[in-house]
């Protein structure tokens, strides 16, 4: 018998071998892979692996925090604003499966869910149960502000972030917390120097880079991708709120500082002043919310807050600031049917518009409406005697959220330099002898009104 050539009997070998492992890739990429996408995608129709693994993490954590009696709600940005556009549709549409994974397979690196503090306790087993579905975890304590106040800087510790990780996606769960001003407020996210700063692309998150306030929203149970999730009702209103969210805790510990070297006035007529203001500030708040009109604190309500957490009790008034361009003609009416009189009116919409109002007592509301230039900001100020007209100049500025005598109100995110501008450097030092005309350093001569306007731009009540 002819012998055979080993060489040759070793290359067919190998052939057949690379041919059945080649048939064995080919029958698992396209059989066993399209069994298991049906799985996983549930019929929805192609997608990708990364798409399907998405909507695979987003099942998973639903499952998850249904089998621990956890509610959260979807806030998402990225999947509430393919959401938005087709809520009609949503609210209206039956259970029946869909037919492609619309949103929770949009490419991302997170979905984010948010979660009442109060409606959960039972950590640790969710921690257990997540662990033993594949997640992995990451827990992000930080300091509890509501804690925090003139006789005590708390340094306890609450969860504020929770991250759970499958594959090559994350859930990440916000806590929201309910503060006194009967809204809800997240905190930020900070790693500790112990942590993984590569568990996932932290600077990625939509939630965390600062803390964040909102209203309570009206929630909807919905179906979405064929699973059943909160959302909140009205997606838009709530991603408008997403962009306008940044909040600022009152400096209890500067404030502290302050009344060390400048101790507070606890005289009776101080309290009863703070009561009034308090009382009138949360009435001009309701009224000027219920219109629809954005203001802040300005002037010496917002030094106030600034410098000391509290109301200047020899101010003897509540500042509040509004841009011109929120101007409704339904303001005085509203301020009056609220019970609050129109004291003066100074100037008018084209020009150095400000209103006052008569509270209780001889603690009077005044109203500054702000003009913006391409540098900078102003509002205008008239002494009704002479019919001068003066200018006050503000750097440009945006507006955060804070906690003001249990109300959630707006101030000037760059409070520092709104306050440094109105009172100069030394704003920290008490100034009780105050000429509006000449005292601030921000100050400027604006000319005269012309005396025929007088009857319309100097009212006086």
Known sequence: MQKINRNVVLALLTAASLVFLLFQLSYYRFYLSQKNAAV????????????????HVVRKFLGLISSQNIPVYLIDPLVLGLIDKDIEQIRSSSDGPSPECKYFCAPRDFTTFALLDKTWKHEMDLFRTAEKMGFQWLKILNKDPRLDGMDDLSGTEIPLHYIFKLASHAI??????????????????????????????????????????????????????DLKVQIPKNPSSF???????????????????????????????????RKKAKSLLHLAALTLNNLGVKFWLSSGTCLGWYRQCNIIPYSKDVDLGVFIRDYKADIIPAFQKAGLPLKHKFGKVEDSLELSFQGEGDIKLDIFFFYEEDDHIWNGGTQAKSGKKFKYLFPKFTLCWTEFVELKI???????????????????????????????????DNGVWPVDEWDDVIQIY
């Not at 996983?40 to 909507?55: A, E, H, L, P, V």
């Not at 942590?195 to 939509?206: A, I, T």
Request: charged content about 25%; overall charge neutral; aromatic content about 16%.
């Open 239 to 273: 991603l408008e709120e997403i962009s306008h969210s940044r909040f600022l805790e009152c400096r209890y510990r500067e404030a502290r500082a302050f009344f060390q070297l400048y101790p507070d006035d606890a005289s009776l007529d101080a309290v009863e002043f």
């Open 410 to 444: 707006h101030v000037p995110c760059e409070t520092l330099q709104y306050v440094e501008a109105n009172y100069g450097p030394d704003w920290r030092v008490p100034v009780k002898m105050w000429d509006w005309k000449s005292s601030p350093s921000n100050v400027q």
């Open 40 to 55: 996983f995608s549930k019929g929805r129709g192609s997608q990708s692996g990364q798409d399907s693994t998405r909507w």
């Open 172 to 225: 990440h769960l916000v806590v929201f917390y309910e503060r006194s001003g009967h809204y809800l407020w997240h905190g930020p996210l900070r790693l500790k120097q112990h942590m993984d700063r590569k568990f996932v692309p932290f600077r990625k998150l939509h939630f965390g880079r600062y803390p964040g306030a909102y209203e309570k929203p009206e929630l909807l149970l919905a179906s979405i991708d």
